[in-house]
């Protein structure tokens, strides 16, 4: 068993072999078959590269041999037929050479190719430019297919750049000629435009850049507009006009990016297509014009412009603003004027949107930080005086002048003045009216550049906003303790009215004393010098704070005028019933009122009056507080003090 088994194997072993050698024998053949069939086909393409190499020049020599110098020597539409076999079969030739790289057969052929494609290019170089000087649409039609047949579109368009563009750029741009006239510029890109119409019709009208274009006709692959028009365009705008690209000056480099962006706008709206814009827009020279134009050094310079005026004016400090501003303070009057330049029509560019909106917002920033700086430094400097004055006729004329006077005073180191303090007060509230117009014509700016997130823009000016208000209570604290402080002075001369009655047989009074005129003054001032400046509501609110405020020091001081006279009536009547006797001196001469009575209803006369005058202010005594408390207190004096009759 086991020999049969070892039999059949060493069969199985000698028939593998057998089948193995028969298989590479068969792969041997195939191979050399292969190997064959692509010299063959080598040859093949050798052979056509030599039949098409003597096709083409027994056609030339053929067109030689009548008698004429080129073919352009024929007919037109001869020659241009004629060029187009020429190219169809070169295009097979090229082909095939490819293919054929590397035999030692191509190598002898190459000088008789090179010769055939210099002469091809010649001719057809020869025959685009008579085509164009002629305006001959069928010379021109052939030669561009031509040119795509034998893959040199590029070649032609080159040619027409040199031959048909660059003539025209070098007689219309001229360096002299902008300098010279005032609109120099926008009158020679017009003449660029014009260069299109009138020149490049022809070119538009075969290769379909033209409307009338008829599509059977149409030779596709090219656009004159933005490989042969446009590079001669800007080389001749880059090295004829050396300063159009100079940021120095601000205004004039303006005008020129303005009046050059426009240009370049009409210019595409002369290309054909859509797509042709997107190859000008892509094209080096586009980039290379459009890099040019140094927008961070012109962006750099206005801000150096409209900061550095905001800076001068907050170094002036709280100087007054010109006249016919609606602002109070130079440094506010600045402010909006610098805001608005951000975006006005002579500064603002498209492209630097980002960059103006950031300044517009450091604007804002610095003059915030201005006004808390002044206020702080203030704070640490003011020395508050004593505003109390003798009760005399002189005091009538004492007002808030003595704080006025120093309104203009441009320390911001010193004590703030009423006047400043109202200034900067008014100018912060004009600027929360403002900023939304000037929201609205950001956003109508940046509408234009396809921004459309304008909460973003919201936000950032409502927390610029949010900066400036954050200021006002300081200021509403100060002007309103200023304010309650005058008043205050004068009305402590409530407490001179003992003074005046007591002992002195003075009549029964009839009117207010002057102190209260005196101590009202301050705001009747406020209500009349700021009525143009101050809206209603914020004067009426100092008002309101600063009577509150005296009218609580006020309460206090009749009160204790009134324990004062009650203490002292007290005491002449344990006196009296001592000695048994009246004093002289506590009955009057006028209807027996006596002294304390006629101080009681002296004070009840003054706080009716002070009343009388918080309405004619605009304002409700039910609005202060303790008014009411302090009406009743006198009120129950005085029934405490009829006017006996004789």
Same mark, same amino acid.
């Given at each position: 068993?086991?020999?049969?088994?070892?039999?059949?194997?060493?069969?199985?072993?000698?028939?593998?072999?057998?089948?193995?050698?028969?298989?590479?024998?068969?792969?041997?053949?195939?191979?050399?078959?292969?190997?064959?069939?692509?010299?063959?086909?080598?040859?093949?393409?050798?052979?056509?590269?030599?039949?098409?190499?003597?096709?083409?020049?027994?056609?030339? !020599?053929?067109?030689?041999?009548?008698?004429?110098?080129?073919?352009?020597?024929?007919?037109?539409?001869?020659?241009? &037929?004629?060029?187009?076999?020429?190219?169809?079969?070169?295009?097979?030739? &090229?082909?095939?050479?490819?293919?054929?790289?590397?035999?030692?057969?191509?190598?002898?052929?190459?000088?008789?190719?090179?010769?055939?494609? %210099?002469?091809?290019?010649?001719?057809?170089?020869?025959?685009?430019?008579?085509?164009? +000087?002629?305006?001959?649409?069928?010379?021109?039609?052939?030669?561009?297919?031509?040119?795509?047949?034998?893959?040199?579109?590029?070649?032609?368009?080159?040619?027409?750049?040199?031959?048909?563009?660059?003539?025209?750029?070098?007689?219309? /741009? /001229?360096?002299?000629?902008?300098?010279?006239?005032?609109?120099?510029?926008? @009158?020679? !890109?017009?003449?660029?435009?014009?260069?299109?119409?009138?020149?490049?019709?022809?070119?538009?009208?075969?290769?379909?850049?033209? @409307?009338?274009?008829?599509?059977?006709?149409?030779?596709?692959?090219?656009?004159?507009?933005?490989?042969?028009?446009?590079?001669?365009?800007?080389?001749?705008?880059?090295?004829?006009?050396?300063?159009?690209?100079?940021?120095?000056?601000?205004?004039?480099? !303006?005008?020129?990016?303005?009046?050059?962006?426009?240009?370049?706008?009409? !210019?595409?709206?002369?290309?054909?297509?859509? %797509?042709?814009?997107?190859?000008?827009?892509?094209?080096?020279?586009?980039?290379?014009?459009?890099?040019?134009?140094?927008?961070?050094?012109?962006?750099?310079?206005?801000?150096?412009?409209?900061?550095?005026?905001?800076?001068?004016?907050?170094?002036?400090?709280?100087?007054?603003?010109?006249?016919?501003?609606?602002?109070?303070?130079?440094?506010?009057?600045?402010?909006?004027?610098?805001?608005?330049?951000?975006?006005?029509?002579?500064?603002?560019?498209?492209?630097?949107?980002?960059?103006?909106?950031?300044?517009?917002?450091?604007?804002?920033?610095?003059?915030?930080?201005?006004?808390?700086?002044?206020?702080?430094?203030?704070?640490?400097?003011?020395?508050?005086?004593? %505003?109390?004055?003798?009760?005399?006729?002189?005091?009538?004329?004492?007002?808030?002048?003595?704080?006025?006077?120093?309104?203009?005073?441009?320390?911001?180191?010193?004590?703030?003045?009423?006047?400043?303090?109202?200034?900067?007060?008014?100018?912060?509230?004009?600027? +929360? *009216?403002?900023?939304?117009?000037?929201?609205?014509?950001?956003?109508?700016?940046?509408?234009?550049?396809?921004?459309?997130?304008?909460?973003?823009?919201?936000?950032?000016? %409502?927390?610029?906003?949010?900066?400036?208000?954050?200021?006002?209570?300081?200021?509403?604290?100060?002007?309103?303790?200023?304010?309650?402080?005058?008043?205050?002075?004068?009305?402590?001369?409530?407490? *001179? @009215?003992?003074?005046?009655?007591?002992?002195?047989?003075?009549?029964?009074?009839?009117?207010?004393?002057?102190?209260?005129?005196?101590?009202?003054?301050?705001?009747?001032?406020? +209500?009349?010098?700021?009525?143009? @400046?101050?809206?209603?509501?914020?004067?009426?609110?100092?008002?309101?704070?600063?009577?509150?405020?005296?009218?609580?020091?006020?309460?206090?001081?009749?009160?204790?005028?009134?324990?004062?006279?009650?203490?002292?009536?007290?005491?002449?009547?344990?006196?009296?019933?001592?000695?048994?006797?009246?004093?002289?001196?506590?009955?009057?001469?006028?209807?027996?009122?006596?002294?304390?009575?006629?101080?009681?209803?002296?004070?009840?006369?003054?706080?009716?009056?002070?009343?009388?005058?918080?309405?004619?202010?605009?304002?409700?005594?039910?609005?202060?507080?303790?008014?009411?408390?302090?009406?009743?207190?006198? +009120?129950?004096?005085?029934?405490?003090?009829?006017? *006996?009759?004789?």
């Amino acid at each position: 068993m086991c020999c049969r088994i070892l039999f059949f194997f060493c069969v199985l072993k000698s028939l593998r072999s057998s089948v193995n050698e028969v298989i590479k024998a068969i792969d041997d053949r195939l191979s050399k078959q292969d190997d064959i069939q692509r010299k063959k086909m080598c040859v093949l393409r050798l052979v056509q590269v030599v039949r098409s190499v003597e096709k083409i020049e027994k056609i030339l !020599y053929s067109q030689n041999s009548k008698d004429t110098h080129s073919l352009e020597g024929n007919s037109p539409l001869l020659a241009g &037929q004629i060029l187009e076999r020429i190219a169809t079969e070169f295009n097979q030739l &090229q082909f095939h050479a490819v293919q054929s790289k590397g035999m030692p057969l191509l190598d002898k052929v190459r000088p008789r190719i090179a010769g055939i494609t %210099a002469m091809l290019q010649q001719s057809l170089e020869g025959m685009l430019i008579e085509g164009l +000087q002629t305006s001959n649409v069928d010379i021109v039609r052939h030669c561009l297919r031509t040119y795509a047949t034998i893959d040199k579109t590029r070649d032609a368009e080159g040619l027409v750049g040199q031959v048909l563009v660059k003539p025209y750029m070098d007689q219309v /741009v /001229v360096d002299r000629f902008v300098q010279s006239h005032p609109n120099g510029l926008q @009158v020679l !890109y017009g003449k660029l435009l014009d260069f299109v119409p009138h020149h490049c019709r022809l070119l538009r009208e075969v290769t379909g850049g033209a @409307v009338s274009s008829d599509k059977a006709d149409i030779v596709p692959g090219y656009d004159f507009l933005v490989n042969s028009v446009w590079p001669e365009m800007i080389k001749a705008l880059e090295e004829k006009l050396s300063s159009l690209f100079n940021p120095g000056n601000p205004d004039t480099f !303006y005008e020129k990016y303005t009046v050059s962006m426009d240009f370049v706008r009409k !210019y595409e709206r002369q290309c054909g297509s859509q %797509a042709s814009v997107r190859r000008l827009r892509a094209h080096p020279s586009y980039q290379s014009f459009q890099n040019k134009w140094n927008l961070p050094v012109y962006f750099q310079l206005r801000f150096k412009e409209i900061a550095g005026d905001l800076e001068t004016a907050a170094a002036g400090g709280l100087l007054e603003a010109p006249a016919g501003s609606s602002y109070c303070l130079m440094v506010s009057h600045v402010l909006w004027n610098s805001l608005l330049k951000c975006w006005a029509e002579k500064i603002y560019l498209p492209l630097l949107a980002h960059r103006f909106w950031k300044l517009t917002l450091q604007l804002l920033s610095r003059y915030s930080i201005f006004v808390s700086e002044v206020l702080s430094k203030a704070a640490s400097t003011e020395v508050t005086k004593d %505003a109390a004055k003798p009760l005399s006729s002189s005091a009538s004329s004492s007002s808030l002048t003595s704080h006025e006077d120093s309104g203009s005073d441009s320390s911001a180191t010193s004590a703030l003045s009423t006047k400043q303090m109202v200034s900067i007060a008014a100018d912060v509230d004009k600027l +929360q *009216e403002e900023i939304p117009a000037l929201s609205e014509m950001i956003k109508q700016r940046l509408e234009l550049i396809g921004f459309s997130n304008f909460d973003i823009i919201s936000d950032s000016l %409502a927390d610029s906003q949010a900066s400036l208000s954050s200021n006002l209570p300081t200021i509403n604290s100060r002007v309103t303790q200023r304010l309650s402080e005058s008043c205050c002075g004068y009305l402590k001369c409530a407490s *001179e @009215v003992p003074r005046l009655y007591r002992r002195t047989n003075k009549d029964v009074p009839s009117k207010a004393s002057a102190y209260v005129d005196n101590s009202l003054k301050p705001l009747h001032q406020l +209500q009349s010098d700021y009525q143009d @400046v101050l809206k209603e509501s914020i004067r009426k609110d100092w008002l309101r704070v600063a009577l509150c405020t005296s009218t609580q020091r006020y309460y206090d001081t009749v009160a204790d005028v009134f324990s004062s006279v009650k203490k002292m009536e007290e005491s002449l009547k344990r006196l009296k019933q001592a000695r048994k006797t009246v004093s002289s001196s506590s009955l009057g001469t006028n209807g027996g009122l006596t002294d304390d009575n006629k101080i009681r209803l002296q004070l009840a006369l003054d706080v009716e009056y002070f009343g009388e005058q918080i309405q004619k202010m605009g304002l409700q005594t039910s609005d202060i507080s303790l008014f009411s408390s302090l009406l009743e207190l006198v +009120q129950g004096a005085k029934d405490l003090a009829p006017i *006996e009759q004789p």
